[in-house]
């Protein structure tokens, strides 16, 4: 038994344990969704951290820069930036008004049954596209670096399903991945992306280090040498932009295709966090405002100390491996990956230093650390989208408004448990629909950030700042932003490699025009609701709404978890 396989045996072994003891302490849906509202500020800012330094940003955003150099270290500075949105105008009054779910939020002051409908359609949807994703992620790695495993896995998960071959070591991760949720909730999930954070930041401090003490911690030497390598398509060298969208070659609309391209993914980097469900969940976890503020400032801190980490991992994996290293095998046939720079980063670093075992260690080591973070990733995401269903829907929607009747804890959290079962489903299908090869940086940006930016955001924004905002508006923005969001990138070039050639709309990053386009359906809809009279309720609790965001008047206390 190799190295690599005992080490990620290890980690799923950790993170197990955590969801038995976790599964002992999860009987109520406060317990099951808002871990009864018992975390700590520091600890929810852990936690966030990492369900948000995810697969995206530990393998794809290391990939992006060894790749495209100064192209790809835009998605760090993006994502770093958008947690100034989520504190200034998020992260209290999310904590204030809501209960469980961004529907909670939304429909205080709007119809219940439409609302929370079109809610659970969009979180689903942002749910299902990041965790493709992370899942593609994951599979990945297992397949280059626990080969072993993945022939083993073949007999067990053969399967066609809709004309896609399931792949076994994705199957693999999204049954992981249902355990966790299915059986602990959202306390194993915080306690799993809390240790898994502690790695992460761990991993990302020693190879940084590593690369650093190669260029004798002159930063000179290590800048000098990222500029002496050139991209072979466009000539730059890596400190120069233009790599990842060439400027001066396409015009689209009369405008350089480079210019929006950057800036499209610009938006969605920046505006996406404030929108994404799995992120805004957590801030219902703490027990009171002060402490989800504390949350987003530990986040902010640690997120940040790792993005610019990111630097020293992508320069470091394309100045010493080269990308034309950084792939599944080196012989005979090379296919580079760039969601594996980092663990070839971490196996060359260890061959330097320690030899040929160190370099075995080091990247089952990092292989493990990555494995870990995509199954707290996809465990918060795959909460997210039950609670919208279960909790939004379900409960809200056809029980208690269409049928009439009540539900007990019991019935709610096992529905939010087969929820999670069936979004596990539908997100290893399409993570094998579009195959291993798609960086899961550009994935995560270029859909579900767009979709959480461009339906979410608007209907969150206007709801808590707008008195005029009413019903028509948010459905209109929450159905209406997915739809035309998942509608253009379905007929954009694509993420796969190689792009489509010729596609119907221009852009890679749709968000350019999804995003405005999400805030004009949200404004629109809000007048024509006004010409019907068809909301009068939403305008009258606005001051209510207003105060309890404000002041936390209101806000459901700490439930007792002993």
Known sequence: MNVTLVLFLIVVGITLVITGWAARRTRTTVQFWAAGRSIKGWQNGLAISGDYMSAASFLGIAGLIAFNGYDGFMYSVGWLVAYLTVLFLIAEPMRNTGKYTLADVISYRMSPIPVRSAAAFSTVAVSASYMMAQMIGAGSLIKILIPSLDTALKPWFNWTVLGTKLDPSITLVGVLMMIYVIAGGMVATTWVQIVKAIFLMGGAVLLSFLVMLHFGFNFGSFFDSIAGVKDSKSGLNFTQPGILYAYGKTQVWGVDKALLENVSLGMA?????????????????????????????????????????????????????????????????????????????????????????????????????????????????????????????????????????????????????????????????????????????????????????????????????????????????????????????????????????????????????????????????????????????????????????????????VADVA
């Not at 990956?337 to 070839?344: F, G, V």
């Not at 069936?422 to 579009?434: D, Q, T």
């Open 269 to 557: 980097l920046i505006l996406g966090t404030a929108g994404l469900p799995h992120i805004l969940m957590r801030f219902f976890t703490v027990p009171n405002a002060k402490a989800a503020r504390q949350s987003v400032a530990w986040a902010m801190g640690l997120i940040g100390s790792f993005y610019i980490m990111t630097t020293f991992l992508g320069f470091g994996a394309a100045t010493l491996v080269g990308k034309a290293k950084i792939c599944a095998t080196v012989a005979p046939k090379c296919t580079p990956n760039s969601n594996l720079a980092a663990p070839r980063l971490a196996e060359y670093l260890g061959n330097s230093f320690f030899g040929t075992g160190g370099g075995e260690f080091l990247l089952a080591f990092i292989a493990a650390v990555a494995f870990a973070t995509i199954l707290a990733v996809v465990a918060g995401l795959t909460l997210a989208a039950s609670g919208a269903f279960s909790h939004d829907f379900y409960v809200n929607v056809v029980r208690t408004h269409i049928l009439h009747g009540q539900v007990s804890d019991r019935e709610q959290v096992l529905v939010a448990r087969i929820t999670a079962a069936l979004v596990g489903l539908l997100s290893i299908w399409l993570a094998a629909r579009v195959g291993a090869t798609a960086n899961v940086a550009a994935l995560v940006a270029g859909v579900a950030f767009v979709i959480a930016s461009a339906a979410n955001l608007p209907a969150i924004l206007f709801t808590l700042f707008w008195k005029r905002f009413n019903t028509w508006g948010a459905v209109a923005s929450l159905v209406g932003g997915s739809l035309v969001t998942i509608w253009l990138v379905a007929i954009g070039p694509g993420w796969t490699v190689p792009v489509n050639a010729n596609p119907a709309f221009p852009l890679q990053n749709v968000g350019i025009v999804s995003i405005p386009i999400g805030f004009v359906l949200a404004i629109v809809g809000t007048y024509l609701g006004e010409l019907v009279k068809a909301d009068r309720l939403a305008e009258q609790k606005f001051h209510e709404i207003d105060v309890r965001a404000q002041t936390g008047l209101g806000a459901e206390p």
